[in-house]
């Protein structure tokens, strides 16, 4: 393994520091559900349809198409979100969880 040093530091953060300001797409899934065509083209304003986590429940946060993290379902304000709970592996796979 390769030991960083300060100046070593400095070089990786100035030639990285320009792409900070680059958008990224965040995907955390809340739920997957499977239902016929029928019922989707059936669907009218007020209709729900249940996913199957629930607050409190593990999920993944993918960045770029890459798993980057987990997390789990928070309701804050009325609205949902993702506190974080672990930084992944870059060998990692969407899905898979560490025992």
């Known amino acids: 393994m390769v030991g960083f040093d300060a100046e070593n530091d400095d070089a990786i953060y100035h030639s990285t520091k320009f792409i900070e300001d680059?958008?990224?797409?965040?995907?955390?899934?809340i739920g997957r559900t499977q239902i016929s065509v029928q019922k989707v083209l059936n669907l009218k304003?007020?209709?729900?349809?249940?996913?199957?986590?629930?607050?409190?429940e593990p999920m993944d946060v993918v960045v770029g198409g890459r798993l980057m993290a987990r997390g789990e379902i928070v309701v804050v304000n009325e609205r949902y979100g993702v506190r974080i709970s672990e930084v992944t592996r870059p060998d990692e796979k969407i899905g898979e969880r560490r025992e």
Do not use: T
Request: proline share 5%; glycine share 10%.
């Open 22 to 29: 680059v958008p990224l797409l965040i995907i955390a899934e």
């Open 45 to 56: 304003k007020g209709n729900l349809v249940e996913f199957n986590k629930i607050v409190g």
